[in-house]
Structure formats: C-alpha cells, structure tokens
Nanobody, 122 residues
Framework: QVQLVESGGGLVQAGDSLRLSCAAS????????MGWFRQAPWKEREFVAA????????IYADSVKGRFTISTDNAKNTVYLQINSLKPEDTAVYHC???????????????WGQGTQVTVSS
C-alpha cells in the first residue's frame, strides 16, 4: 500500500504562485510514476502532469504547459507541483496519484491522495 498526502493549497490571488507537495509513504518504489490531477466544482477530474520517479520523464496537459512544473525528490518520497501565474480557472481540488510504470495522462493510477484545495481569486 502507498499513502499519499497533499499539502500546499490555499486561497491566492490571480498571478500568484503556489507549490503543492505530495508526500508518499508505505510501499514506495523507484519504479512508480506520480501524477497530479485536479477537479473543479461541477467538472470532471482532469489530468495535470505526471513524472516517472525512475527516468524523470514528465508529461503535461496542454492547458498547463509553461505554467506548471512537476518534480520529484525521491530521497524524500515527495513530488511537487509548482504553479505559476495562477488563474481563477485553476481553482480546483488537486490530487496526487501513484502507479507502477510509466507516467500516464489517463486516471489509471493505483493510489490517490485526498487532495488539497486551491482557490484563485480574480
């Protein structure tokens, strides 16, 4: 089992930056890939970014390229999501997820965190 705990969300203004963290514990392997997804009110969950802990390969949703950066600190079993130039449409609950194998944009992940709320005011 893998436990995932997100942190770093909050209420911010448009144009601000945030760094979300996802701490993994339990059965963590270097072969895992980690992903970030978000779900806005009344919308379906959508993929944001993912990274392979082994190869450091990253993938991003087109809508966030250039503003979001995913990274991992394997020694700390923590993955980060740096969000710059926040927009009101970034308001959502952000979840991290883990899966064995390569990073995927589909929500075919085995473990999920509870999420951290990001609210961006205009």
């Amino acid at each position: 089992q893998v436990q995932l705990v997100e942190s770093g969300g909050g209420l911010v203004q448009a144009g601000d930056s945030l760094r979300l963290s996802c701490a993994a514990s339990g059965r963590t392997f270097s072969s895992y890939s980690m992903g970030w997804f978000r779900q806005a009110p009344w919308k379906e969950r959508e993929f944001v970014a993912a990274i392979s802990r082994r190869t450091l390969t990253t993938i991003y949703a087109d809508s966030v390229k250039g503003r979001f950066t995913i990274s991992t600190d394997n020694a700390k079993n923590t993955v980060y999501l740096q969000i710059n130039s926040l927009k009101p449409e970034d308001t959502a609950v952000y979840h991290c997820a883990a899966r064995i194998g390569r990073p995927e944009s589909q929500d075919e992940y085995d473990y999920w965190g509870q999420g951290t709320q990001v609210t961006v005011s205009s």
